[in-house]
């Protein structure tokens, strides 16, 4: 049995239906000693109550954190962080479900190599299927193809800068508590994308990235439209605000901008393609004009260092520009 103790971050608003299913797999399946922190964001159902009574019917150490208002899940991930005590940590939604033994194979892992961050394979579902649809994306390759260049050893981004490429996913990932508050992690306090800052910081810092092949977790993928990762209307366009606080992230360690920031610019354009498409009509236009303005402030030695690069990305961003110049 591993020794290391996990602070398990749930951030939840209105989970009733699925807050019992995820702590059973989480306290049930492993034997790691882990102490949950639910963080709730104002629900209005019986998520809090329900929690609750489940863990100290299993005698799991706790802590409800009852944040005001309805603030987002970035919050509520900010607001528990603070008060993490354990060696290693893990961010976990609230209708996600770790797979049996996956918790202790991951935190022997992670002890072993003394990791900063372990990086988790993961299987995304329907809910109530069986079948495995893989990873997000483009997730299987990247993942896999870092498994086969460095198998057990423990790398940082300096070293493979297409760890970045992978969806920034908070669940897939145990921290190590102490790296987590060294580089001041924090997530965007926005209604969407507010784990996009998160992943920048948490990698591009990272000198000991290590990797768990086995799927550590089941992502429920849905099927419905409901969840707020599918809205469509002007909350999407917060992914400006993310965008923004990215630049200033990396404006203020220049090392890494130097490194890393032509695969941020690309990545910021392909997440901004993919907003678009997910945006109702009547927001595309102003949302579009924001964001190409958001270019204006590159230097012409930030251009040349994206054309040294990365040649598409570079003539992609000069378009935007061109384009505000001649409207």
Aim: charged letters at 20%; hydrophobic letters at 40%; one cysteine or more.
């Amino acid at each position: 049995m591993p020794n290391s103790k996990v602070g398990v971050v749930i951030p939840t608003y209105n989970e009733n239906n699925n807050i019992v299913n995820t702590l059973n797999s989480i306290v049930h399946n492993n034997t790691t000693d882990v102490k949950i922190y639910l963080s709730d964001d104002n629900s209005s159902d019986t998520t809090v109550g329900l929690a609750a009574d489940f863990l100290q019917k299993n005698r799991i150490p706790y802590k409800i954190i009852l944040n005001d208002g309805n603030n987002g899940a970035g919050y509520c991930r900010n607001s528990a962080l603070d008060q993490i005590a354990e060696p290693l940590t893990l961010f976990f939604d609230a209708d996600d479900l770790i797979l049996p033994n996956m918790l202790d194979r991951a935190v022997s892992i992670a002890t072993k190599v003394n990791s900063d961050v372990l990086l988790m394979a993961y299987q995304c579902r329907f809910p109530g299927s069986t079948i495995n649809l893989g990873m997000a994306g483009d997730d299987n390759f990247i993942f896999y193809r870092a498994i086969r260049t460095f198998g057990n050893r423990t790398f940082s981004t300096f070293d493979h800068d297409s760890i970045l490429c992978l969806t920034p996913f908070p669940w897939n990932r145990l921290i190590k508590t102490s790296y987590a508050k060294r580089v001041s992690l924090r997530f965007s306090q926005t209604p969407v994308h507010n784990d996009v800052l998160a992943h920048w910081n948490l990698l591009t810092n990272a000198k000991d990235i290590a990797l768990f092949e086995s799927p550590f977790c089941i992502h429920n993928v849905d099927s419905t439209g409901n969840r707020l990762s599918n809205i469509s209307d002007a909350r999407r366009t917060s992914v400006l605000q993310v965008f923004d606080e990215i630049e200033d992230f990396f404006n203020k360690n220049i090392n890494l901008r130097d490194r890393f920031y032509h695969l941020y610019v690309k990545s910021k354009l392909a997440l901004f393609n993919w907003c678009w498409r997910n945006l109702d009509e009547e927001y595309r236009g102003s949302f579009q004009s924001q964001f190409t303005r958001s270019f204006l402030s590159l230097s012409n030695a930030d251009l040349r260092m994206l054309f040294d690069k990365d040649p598409d990305t570079a003539n992609s961003v000069l378009d935007y520009r061109t384009s505000v110049v001649c409207a």
